[in-house]
């Protein structure tokens, strides 16, 4: 079965620019979960698809974060304009129909 | 205002011994418990979970305690072997809604 897949893993950019991450969860997994991991602390929850329904998006700065779920399997996560202190690994998870979440490999974000 | 707190940011044991890795947790409605293991460049693995009605789990080498009167789970690996050297995260969720909040990681260094 194969895994989580984000891309791209690496992403620098400047401050005020745009930016976009794509992740293709587990086939069948209704349950894809955004997360922001800053260095030095634990993921932190941005937004929860169920299918192509967000759950909680409660933790998303919606002022500069989007995210979007298409048909209900690959997801974007776009930051508008980026600051500083986005800086930080963005992990997508999948889930089927237990508790266990199955992380992709993240795209560590460098704004400058 | 932490929900979740892994007291220790890291912790060294020599390969062999036990390693003893904690987790305490404020809110008595969280009812599910997991542990991730996280090596460098890669995203979190699920690693071992426990749920409120149980007081102890078991896989192999490692074995998950709950102390509901306490808030607080540990996971215990043994023996410890220099495969294990990665930081681990517990999460925890309240069942029905698989919204997971992370504590912020121990990093565990098994010593040959």
């Known amino acids: 079965e194969a895994g989580v897949a984000q891309s791209p893993r690496y992403k620098i950019i400047e401050k005020r620019q745009s930016v976009a991450f794509w992740c293709n969860p587990i086939?069948?997994?209704?349950?894809l979960y955004w997360y922001q991991q800053i260095l030095g602390q634990g993921p932190k929850l941005l937004i929860q698809f169920q299918n192509n329904g967000v759950v909680d998006d409660s933790q998303l700065p919606k002022d500069r974060f989007s995210a979007e779920r298409l048909k209900g399997v690959d997801s974007t996560l776009k930051i508008q304009p980026a600051k500083l202190e986005d800086s930080a690994v963005y992990l997508c998870?999948?889930?089927?129909?237990?508790?266990?979440?199955?992380f992709g490999p993240g795209t560590r974000l460098t704004v400058t | 205002d932490q929900q979740v707190k892994q007291n220790s940011p890291s912790l060294s044991v020599q390969e062999g011994r036990i390693s003893i890795l904690n987790c305490d947790y404020t809110n008595s409605m969280f009812d599910y418990f997991l542990w991730y293991k996280k090596y460098p460049a890669e995203g979190p693995t699920f690693l071992i979970s426990?749920?409120?009605?149980?007081d102890k789990n078991e896989d192999g080498r490692f074995t998950v305690f709950l102390n509901k009167s306490a808030k607080h789970l540990s996971l215990h690996i043994v023996p410890s072997q220099p495969g294990d050297s990665a930081v681990y995260f517990c999460?925890?969720?309240?069942?029905?809604?698989?919204?997971?909040?992370f504590g912020t990681g121990t990093r565990l260094k098994v010593l040959a």
């Open positions: 086939s069948g997994h209704a349950t």
């Open positions: 999460a925890v969720a309240t069942s029905g809604t698989y919204k997971y909040i």
């Open positions: 426990i749920s409120s009605i149980k």
């Open positions: 998870a999948s889930r089927g129909l237990s508790y266990e979440q199955y």
